[in-house]
């Protein structure tokens, strides 16, 4: 069985505009890969967005946090669950 390949987009390709579903976005202070201002800007860029910032927490949250990282996730769908319900 073959299982076909999935093309990832390219950054420009993407219409942010497109996405409308609620968007949860944990982006970490002390992150030495994706610089801080990126995750603010995604923030900003996306319409329905919840920004959650880590503070003291690297590129790996779910490793050097994991309390807080889980506590975000958990608020986000527990609100978002709500909204629908």
């Not at 987009?9 to 990126?38: C, F, K, S």
Request: proline share 7%.
């Amino acid at each position: 069985m073959t299982v076909p390949a999935h093309k990832v987009p390219e950054a420009g390709e993407i219409d942010l505009d497109q996405i409308t579903a609620p968007v949860l976005v944990i982006h970490r202070t002390q992150d030495e890969i994706v610089p801080y201002d990126e995750g603010v800007h995604l923030h900003y860029m996306l319409k329905n967005t919840t920004l959650k910032l880590l503070e003291n927490c690297g590129h790996l949250p779910h490793e050097e946090a994991p309390e807080a990282t889980l506590e975000a996730i958990w608020t986000f769908l527990h609100l978002n669950t709500e909204e629908k319900s």
